[in-house]
């Protein structure tokens, strides 16, 4: 991936919830660690262009956020915090598809890409589901290949294992560990952020920790107080 | 709700085209309607009948599928006994009943995304004449269809919570909150359009 901060800041009326930020991402896996409020979901939001920098500039892939956003869309896919709120459609494989539909693709095209993304994420069982009645694993990974299946280059996952059990956490961490596409992770999971090449370290809207996982999360306790 | 109506299946009638099928429904109601024969009316009901209750439903899933309009209809016919002949009412009861059970047999065939893509062709004239976007039309049905359960389940769990708190479960108090965590969800949910896509909301 290659991810541009160039002087970089959000506010929000008063509130400043990022401060300026020059930073370059090009790993392959990314995590993003953090108090509750530090500022890594609007940083991760920036990403995609789900939130616009106040000041400053934001490119991923050579797009501009601002300039090029449907292009950043399409380039960059987010799983949110709470993955039902990302599933529009009532049905699973009529979720998996809308994506691709929005994009105008022939119907026969449409339907062998949702098999294909059903059957990656295991979850072709679940095809005829409705989907406020997926278990919270199960929810995780319809939500991954509803939006995998449009092809982004980067997935931005936003605490893909909260509230998850610890069966349902491990399968949704194999699937992220064996993504192909490059991945920016949320997390206040520290194991799964252990493997990542690179981690940040947010607080109080300042980046305080950029490096290796272990002295990143050495110094996020540090911050924790515990 | 067609989510939760829709049976799996290969008959006949599952495999129609959707806009066959409601274009069916739609001849059907101006026959039904457009006549009085008993003669007419019964194999139509019996005729309807027999396609409901061959498309793989047990007999009481399908019962209890149309029983509460079938009730309806009874009471209605019930009603109408003292005011009209015999024989009207019970046109009204076989006319009605028939239409309900073909209504059911198209929804227990029809999967909402092929119902939504056929609303999408349907709005399409008014998307050339520019008052619409035929997508928004289809969008706004899905959204509603699947998002309905989740508001349910949250004024149970608001319910719950009072309960658990001792306070008096009442509408007013239960409303209040219900729709301050509905419309918190609406951001996410449009930022999650946004997100995949749709187009900027």
Aim: aromatic share 8%; charged share 20%; proline share 4%.
């Amino acid at each position: 991936m290659d991810i541009r901060f160039t002087d970089c800041s959000v506010s929000f009326g008063e509130r400043v919830a990022l401060h300026p930020l020059t930073l370059a991402l090009d790993e392959r896996r990314i995590g993003i660690i953090g108090l509750n409020g530090s500022g890594k979901t609007t940083f991760a939001r920036l990403i995609n262009g789900l939130v616009k920098p106040s000041k400053g500039r934001v490119t991923v892939n050579g797009l501009d956020t601002v300039k090029d956003d449907r292009a950043v869309l399409a380039e960059a896919g987010f799983i949110f915090q709470n993955p039902q709120h990302q599933l529009i459609m009532p049905i699973v494989s009529d979720d998996i598809a809308f994506g691709l539909k929005n994009r105008g693709l022939p119907a026969q095209e449409i339907a062998a890409r949702t098999e294909a993304a059903l059957t990656r994420f295991g979850v072709t069982h679940l095809a005829r589901r409705r989907v406020h009645e997926l278990s919270g694993g199960e929810t995780q990974l319809v939500a991954m290949a509803s939006v995998v299946v449009t092809g982004p280059k980067i997935l931005i996952l936003d605490e893909p294992t909260n509230q998850l059990d610890l069966r349902n956490r491990r399968m949704v961490a194999n699937t992220i560990d064996a993504l192909d596409e490059d991945t920016v992770v949320i997390t206040h999971d520290l194991e799964l952020v252990e493997g990542v090449e690179r981690l940040l370290l947010f607080h109080e809207g300042r980046l305080l920790a950029d490096g290796p996982p272990a002295e990143t999360i050495k110094r996020y306790h540090e911050v924790a107080g515990c | 709700m067609l989510t939760s109506l829709y049976v799996e299946g290969r008959s006949w009638f599952h495999r129609l085209p959707v806009r066959a099928k409601l274009l069916a429904l739609l001849v059907l109601s101006l026959a039904l309607f457009a006549t009085q024969s008993l003669y007419l009316l019964a194999p139509a009901f019996l005729l309807c009948g027999w396609l409901y209750f061959s498309l793989g439903l047990t007999f009481r899933q399908a019962l209890a599928r149309i029983g509460f309009l079938f009730f309806t209809i009874l009471v209605l016919a019930a009603i109408n006994l003292f005011l009209l002949p015999v024989a009207e009412v019970a046109a009204l009861l076989l006319r009605l009943m028939a239409l309900v059970l073909f209504a059911a047999a198209v929804t227990a065939t029809t999967t909402i995304g092929a119902f939504m893509d056929e609303v999408t062709f349907l709005v399409k004239p008014f998307e050339r004449l520019g008052l619409l976007r035929a997508a928004d039309v289809s969008l706004a049905l899905g959204l509603v269809l699947r998002f309905v359960p989740d508001i349910f389940a949250r004024y149970e769990a608001i319910r719950e919570a009072h309960r658990a708190r001792g306070l008096p479960i009442r509408p007013l108090t239960i409303i209040g909150p219900l729709i301050i965590l509905t419309l918190k969800d609406a951001d996410t949910i449009a930022a999650a359009i946004d997100a995949r896509g749709f187009r900027r909301q």
